[in-house]
C-alpha cells in the first residue's frame, strides 16, 4: 500500500543526531528525485533537503545547512537524512516526497511530487 515509508525519528535533546530513513516499496527510487520536508504545528510544510536522482545535486535549507546531510544508496532503495546539531526548532513531523525524473535540486520545493511518505515525528527537547 505505501509507496515511501519513514522511519528514524524520536525524542532527541538539543545537540544531539538522528539518521532518518526514506524506504521505498512498489517503486524504484533510482529513477526519482526525492525531497525531505516538514511541519511544524501551526506552522506551514517548508522544505528541507534534495538529492537528485544521480546524487549529485543536492540541496538543504538554510536553516539546516551545515547540520544536515542528504543521502542515497539505490541498492537499498532508501534516501536517508542524517540531522546532526539538532535544535529545538528542528521539532516537526519529517516527509519525504519523490518525482519520476531528472530535476535540479534548486527548486525542489515546487517539484510535482508523485508520492509522499505518511511522516516521522522528531523532538527535540530537554
Known amino acids: 500500500q505505501l509507496q515511501l515509508e519513514e522511519s528514524g525519528g524520536g525524542l532527541v535533546q538539543p545537540g544531539g543526531s538522528l539518521r532518518l530513513s526514506c524506504a521505498a516499496s512498489?517503486?524504484?527510487?533510482?529513477?526519482?528525485?526525492i525531497g525531505w520536508f516538514r511541519q511544524a504545528p501551526g506552522k506551514e510544510r517548508e522544505g528541507v533537503s534534495c538529492?537528485?536522482?544521480?546524487?549529485?545535486?543536492?540541496n538543504y535549507a538554510d536553516s539546516v545547512k551545515g547540520r544536515f546531510t542528504i543521502s542515497r544508496d539505490n541498492a537499498k532503495n532508501t534516501v536517508y537524512l542524517q540531522m546532526n546539531s539538532l535544535k529545538p526548532e528542528d521539532t516537526a513531523v519529517y516527509y519525504c516526497?519523490?518525482?519520476?525524473?531528472?530535476?535540479?535540486?534548486?527548486?525542489?520545493?515546487?517539484?510535482?511530487?508523485?508520492?509522499w511518505g505518511q511522516g516521522t515525528q522528531v523532538t527535540v527537547s530537554s
Open positions: 512498489g517503486i524504484t527510487l533510482d529513477y526519482y528525485v
Open positions: 516526497a519523490a518525482v519520476k525524473g531528472s530535476y535540479y535540486c534548486s527548486n525542489y520545493a515546487t517539484f510535482p511530487y508523485d508520492y
Open positions: 538529492i537528485s536522482s544521480s546524487g549529485v545535486s543536492t
